[in-house]
Nanobody
Framework: QVQLVESGGGSVQAGGSLKLSCVAS????????MGWYRQAPGKERESVSS???????RYADSVKGRFTISQDHAKNTLYLQMNSLKTEDTAVYYC???????????????WGQGTQVAVSS
């Protein structure tokens, strides 16, 4: 098993920035695609960004140019830098080990507990 613990959420005004962190209890970044998801009240959970085991990044169109996903392998930490925040970014943000290589598949579909981000106008 692996545990993922998010932090860094909070309240911010529109146009502001936040940096989310997700610490993994094991070193899995080299074998797993990691990602950030979010769920706003009354809406389905959606993918925000992902980074593969070889560093290929993807972003939802709604956050392109504003959010940046990164990893610190030495610290087993996944980050999401969020700039130019909008009120529609308000949601609970989750870190996840999305898909892991064969031999580590047991880590796939592991989720953190979430961290709340609230953006006010």
């Amino acid at each position: 098993q692996v545990q993922l613990v998010e932090s860094g959420g909070g309240s911010v005004q529109a146009g502001g920035s936040l940096k989310l962190s997700c610490v993994a209890s094991k070193y899995i970044f080299s074998v797993c695609t990691m990602g950030w998801y979010r769920q706003a009240p009354g809406k389905e959970r959606e993918s925000v960004s992902s980074i593969s085991s070889i560093g290929i990044t993807r972003y939802a169109d709604s956050v392109k140019g504003r959010f940046t996903i990164s990893q610190d392998h030495a610290k087993n930490t996944l980050y999401l830098q969020m700039n130019s925040l909008k009120t529609e970014d308000t949601a609970v943000y989750y870190c996840a080990a999305i898909l892991c290589l064969s031999g580590y598949s047991g880590y796939s579909n592991t989720w953190g507990q979430g961290t709340q981000v609230a953006v006010s106008s």
